[in-house]
């Protein structure tokens, strides 16, 4: 159980919730320079971000997991800023999993806004140094020289030292008191803010890049596993004979079998070992497994849909209540209602899960593509039950992530099965294993109801939230959403209506449930802003003036008056408001992007939402057009965010451009279940976004921005696909309560 | 035994000759800029010309390899400079970049053959890779900007 208990701690954290999240820059840890050790000793290394070797190379140490935001090049983007680099002299290393970096766990779109300080500590330390040491040479006060261009200038005389020169000086010298370090003022920043392209670019184009999927070890098996349709469900038998006289396949293991509560260990199975990955895949299919039942069997994601459905039109337990929503609506001159439903999702990133895991005695090495390097070097000491100091986890390139890999099961399985084979073992994920055994972005259903005025202002908000909370993945008792989920859109919703109660209902999973990007915000989000859309329409008014009306004049919301329990992405209220000003002006500039006002003398058929998570602001508009047919496309859509500060301007846009394209894949994506197990497949039955479904031209306008960072990997998600639902309504009269959206719809 | 030119050099194969291609890139000679994505055809990651033609590998045995020459990611240009590559840098592409060599050597293929595709024909061509990122808008227009270069 002490396992548990710290996987439920991690848990708690990954949510949000409790204390002590907020690593402050005094934090910083000193000293200990010890990375990926994939180069030659650093000759100066005053933290565990910056080193600088003798010939002065600028190494910047990448705690963070890189999965296509281009984090690796912003955290190089901080670091060399504050030292003045030169670009061509800073190398970037990719940390292993340690506590000494503090979290690492890459998920919250919370990088940037929880180390953008830290790291430019960090640098601004090393600068110092660097300062130091040249005043020390030319016996001058070291606030008269400024680092520039990789060198130490002496501003009144001109004289100058290249970094390369200093280190061995600069090493010696101590660390300096920590209100010496001052990191640049904003206006000196040179790389911060900047559109810098990927570090990494080089190696995509000549197919180099490290991925999980690509690892290899001297003398090591591949392995794929079997495992059970139904969750916790174990082999009752196993024919193994035709596997194992298949040509390269070595061994067939069964893995220990899970029970509830999920957490992150693997699912269980049978493995086959093999010669490579082609023999390994071949022999699973070669295997005759009979299964265990159990009370997940009976699931059907249809009847359970109906069943959640009901739930959120009855009453629920109240979780924020302002006003008196019953009085209210009962005297309303209208009242407007709709339940919502919308299926569970895959992560499916393009790659799906990978390690490679090399064990010796009570120690093990593994190497994979993990969103939380922490957490799997955790999970991989329990299953080895081994020290956890014992376990290095190096983290490669991810393909994609999007909440998949922050579960770490298939680092545990890699190791478990090397353990056992006493050789090393790369357990490859096939696409079906992705698909059919995840942590599923949970089904949701909602109810809302909403009291019109006689000139059409809302007078009362009745909203009810029922899904199978991720909670349920790390308790057996938990089946009402958590607070963790209920944050995200629901309970922080910014609508400027007298009345409002917001409540939850129960429902209990029967697969495991996890995160996907931007998590509950994904159905929430949908829900309010086509409701909002509805709500426009039954008071016969604009979609945009409606929704400007909604939000209200500018004002921070406090949600603690209205009972609500609200932690805002753990990070303080004060710092980060839920400021419906901002919201407004990113709705009225993408809008203005999109000349809305205009849409019907054009005769275009637009869609809008806004929303803010992980302590953004994004508005989305979506064009549709909608043939004879009814099958759709997107010609245009036009995003604006207010990020905050923003460390690169063009991976922010890229950010908002795939997280738009991510909502969509939300939007037309399902896994459903029958027998309890997941009917798809591939992505021959799972529906993700492709090309021609994706918008043909995407306009981002990034809000110039000194306030604190806001999240920027999820924020561009949740709104996108309630303003492609508006769009199709606006175009076909057709309104989607249940989700997914059909790729033809009938006008 | 099976024969065939691999990046320009003459490769010969006595293993499975059922096993697909991709994994005798990735796992026998450790090419691993073919990606893995579906084993299905269904995504494109695992796309290398045969003969010029976009192929996808993870179907493809090594008994239809016969006589063939196979170009991988690695093979496309040694120094990056294939306007295909230029264009995804020029355009700061990738995100993950795990589809990109897919999305390549599809959209190197494509204008091999057609040297400045409309829209339509690039969604048409570009329909069968997948990519989670989303970078389908900028993979648009580093293929318009390839068409330019490899025009001029």
Not at chain 1, 147 to 164: I, L, W
Not at chain 1, 208 to 224: H, K
Not at chain 1, 564 to 573: Q, R, T, V
């Amino acid at each position: 159980m002490s396992q548990y208990s710290a996987q439920r701690r991690h848990f708690l954290k990954q949510m949000g919730v409790g204390t002590g999240l907020t690593l402050g820059v005094t934090l910083l840890p000193k000293a200990t320079f010890a990375a990926s050790g994939e180069t030659q000793p650093a000759h100066m290394a005053p933290n565990v971000f910056v080193a600088i070797t003798e010939d002065g190379t600028l190494e910047v140490t990448c705690h963070r997991s890189e999965m296509g935001q281009q984090i690796r090049t912003a955290i190089t983007q901080i670091i060399a800023d504050e030292l003045d680099a030169d670009w061509q002299r800073v190398k970037t290393l990719q940390a292993d999993g340690d506590e000494k970096y503090g979290d690492q766990n890459t998920d919250g779109s919370r990088s940037i806004r929880r180390n953008l300080a830290r790291l430019q500590m960090a640098g601004a330390t090393a600068a110092l140094l660097l300062k130091q040491a040249a005043a020390k040479g030319w016996n001058v006060e070291p606030d008269s020289c400024q680092c520039r261009n990789h060198q130490v200038v002496h501003v009144e005389t001109g004289r100058t030292a290249d970094f390369s020169a200093l280190v061995s000086v600069a090493a010696t010298l101590p660390m300096p008191e920590e209100g010496l370090v001052k990191p640049k003022a904003r206006k000196d920043w040179r790389y911060v803010g900047k559109g810098i392209r990927s570090i990494d670019m080089q190696a995509v184009q000549a197919g180099t890049t490290v991925f999980g999927q690509d690892v290899t070890i001297e003398n090591m098996l591949y392995a794929v596993i079997q495992r059970p349709p139904v969750m916790f469900t174990q082999p009752e038998s196993v024919d193994d004979k035709k596997a194992r006289s298949m040509k390269g396949v070595k061994a067939v293991m069964t893995l220990p079998a899970a029970s509830a509560p999920a957490n992150f260990l693997p699912l269980g199975g049978v493995a086959v070992l093999a010669e490579n990955t082609w023999a390994a895949m071949q022999g699973v299919k070669a295997l005759k497994i009979t299964w265990s039942e159990n009370e997940h069997s009976q699931y059907d994601s249809r009847t359970e849909k109906q069943t959640h459905m009901e739930t959120a039109r009855q009453t629920g337990e109240v979780v924020r209540q302002r006003g008196d929503v019953k009085q209210a609506l009962e005297s309303a001159h209208k009242t407007v209602e709709a339940t919502y439903y919308a299926p569970l999702l895959a992560q499916a990133p393009m790659e799906p899960p990978a390690a490679a895991a090399r064990v010796e005695g009570d120690s093990a090495q593994v190497w994979t593509s993990t969103q939380n390097p922490q957490a799997a070097q955790a999970l991989v000491a329990e299953v080895l039950k081994i020290p956890v100091e014992n376990v290095t986890i190096h983290v490669t390139l991810l393909g994609g992530g999007f909440g998949r890999k922050s579960k770490p099961d298939f680092a545990a399985e890699a190791a478990w099965l090397a353990q056992q084979a006493k050789r090393p073992v790369k357990v490859v994920w096939r696409r079906e294993d992705d698909i059919q055994h995840g942590f599923y972005h949970t089904v949701s259903a909602q109810h809302i109801r909403a009291g019109l005025a006689q000139n059409g202002d809302a007078t009362a908000w009745h909203h009810n939230t029922v899904f199978p909370t991720i909670s349920s993945t790390f308790s057996t008792e938990a089946n009402t959403p958590s607070s963790g989920e209920l944050r995200l859109g629901f309970i922080d919703n910014p609508f400027d209506i007298p009345n409002i109660q917001l409540e939850k209902g129960k429902a209990q999973n029967h697969v495991r449930i996890g995160w996907l990007r931007s998590v509950a915000n994904v159905y929430h989000a949908y829900a309010i802003h086509t409701f909002a859309d509805v709500l426009a329409h039954a008071a016969g008014k604009d979609s945009k003036a409606y929704l400007q009306q909604l939000i209200g004049k500018p004002r921070h919301i406090d949600l603690a008056q209205e009972g609500a329990e609200y932690d805002n992405y753990g990070d303080p209220i004060e710092t980060y408001p839920i400021d419906t000003g901002r919201l407004r002006a990113v709705l009225d500039k993408a809008t203005e992007m999109a000349d809305w006002d205009n849409r019907e003398k054009n005769q275009r058929h637009l869609g809008v939402a806004v929303h803010r998570s992980f302590l953004s602001y994004v508005a989305t508009v979506v064009e549709v057009v909608v043939d004879k047919s009814g099958s759709w496309r997107i010609p245009n859509a036009y995003i604006c965010i207010d990020a905050g500060t923003i460390v690169n301007s063009e991976h922010v846009k890229a950010q908002c451009e795939g997280g738009a394209i991510f909502g969509l894949s939300c939007a037309i994506g399902e896994i459903s279940a029958s027998d309890g197990a997941v009917t798809q497949t591939n992505f021959h039955n799972y529906q993700v976004a492709r090309m021609q479904h994706a918008p043909e031209n995407i306009d981002v306008h990034i809000v110039q921005s000194d306030a604190p960072p806001g999240g920027v990997g999820e924020p561009p998600t949740p709104p996108f696909a309630p303003a492609l639902a508006n769009a199709l309504f606006a175009a076909t009269g057709k309104r989607i309560y249940e989700l997914p959206i059909p790729l033809t719809l009938k006008a | 035994m099976i024969t065939f030119t691999l990046n320009n050099q003459a490769q010969k194969y006595d293993g499975d000759p059922t096993m697909p291609l991709l994994w005798y890139l990735r796992d026998e000679i450790g090419l691993t800029g073919t990606k893995y994505g579906c084993g299905m055809a269904l995504c494109g990651a695992c796309t290398i010309h045969i003969d010029g033609d976009a192929t996808r590998s993870c179907r493809l045995p090594m008994s239809a390899v016969q006589d063939k020459h196979i170009t991988t990611i690695e093979g496309l240009d040694k120094n990056n400079a294939h306007p295909v590559q230029v264009a995804w840098a020029e355009n700061d592409v990738p995100q993950c970049g795990y589809c990109q060599s897919g999305q390549m050597m599809q959209a190197a293929a494509l204008l091999a053959k057609n040297a400045a595709p409309s829209d339509e024909e690039i969604a048409q061509s570009m329909s069968g890779n997948i990519c989670r990122c989303g970078t389908y808008p900028r993979i648009r227009k580093a293929i318009k900007a390839a068409s330019k270069e490899s025009q001029s």
